[in-house]
C-alpha cells in the first residue's frame, strides 16, 4: 500500500476518534482534541491526493476511498453538529442527499465503465463544507463568542456549493444517467 493510499486509511481510522472526542465527555477538551482530530483529517485529505499526483501512484484504491472517507469524515461531523444543535437538520440533509446522488451517479458510471473525475465545483464544495465544520467546532469551544457571523456565513456558503456541484454534476454527466436506464 503507498503514502497516498494509508493516508486516505488513517483519514478513516481518526473519524471513530473524532465521533469518541465530539460525543462524550471523556476529557475536559474533548472539543479542541475533537478539532484537532478532524483538521489533521483535513489535511490528510489534500495530502494524499498531492503525493498520489506528484508520484504516479494514482490507484483505484485511492480514486474509490478517498472520496468515501471525505464524505464519512464531513457526514460524521455534520450530524454530530446537528444532533448539539449547532448546524440546521436541513443543512445536514441537503449536503447528505447530494453525496447520495453523486454516489448513485458514479456507481452507474462504473457500472458501464467510465469514470467520473471530480469538479472545480465539488472541490470547491468539499473545502467549503470542512472550513464549515472546522468553525463550527472553533466556534463550539468558545461557545460562539468569537467568529461572529463566519460560520454563518460558510454554512450558506456550503449549501450553495453543494447544490450547484449537483446540478453541475448532473448536467455534465447527464449521458452516464441515462446509461442506467439501459
Given at each position: ?8 486509511v ?59 472517507a ?19 437538520a ?6 447528505i442527499a447530494?453525496?447520495f ?8 458510471a ?10 472545480a ?26 467568529l ?21 454534476y448532473?448536467?455534465?454527466?447527464r ?8
Amino acid at each position: 500500500m503507498n503514502l497516498a493510499n494509508k493516508l486516505t486509511v488513517f483519514r478513516m481510522i481518526l473519524i471513530p476518534f473524532f465521533l469518541l472526542f465530539f460525543l462524550t465527555d471523556f476529557t475536559a477538551h474533548n472539543r479542541l482534541i475533537a478539532l484537532i482530530i478532524f483538521a489533521v483529517a483535513t489535511i490528510t485529505d489534500k495530502l494524499d491526493g498531492t503525493i498520489a499526483k506528484r508520484t504516479g501512484t494514482v490507484t483505484n484504491f485511492g480514486k474509490f476511498m478517498d472520496p468515501m472517507a471525505d464524505k464519512l469524515l464531513v457526514c460524521s461531523a455534520l450530524i454530530c453538529l446537528c444532533a448539539s444543535g449547532e448546524l440546521p437538520a436541513w443543512v445536514v440533509l441537503v449536503i447528505i442527499a447530494r453525496e447520495f446522488a453523486i454516489s448513485g451517479i458514479r456507481q452507474i458510471a462504473a457500472d458501464n465503465g467510465v469514470a467520473i473525475a471530480a469538479s472545480a465545483w465539488g472541490k470547491a464544495k468539499t473545502v467549503a463544507q470542512m472550513v464549515m465544520i472546522i468553525l463550527l467546532l472553533i466556534d463550539g469551544i468558545f461557545n460562539g463568542l468569537t467568529l461572529g457571523f463566519l460560520p454563518e456565513i460558510l454554512i450558506y456558503l456550503s449549501v450553495v456549493l453543494t447544490v450547484i456541484s449537483l446540478v453541475e454534476y448532473i448536467v455534465k454527466n447527464r449521458r452516464v444517467i441515462t446509461m442506467g436506464e439501459m
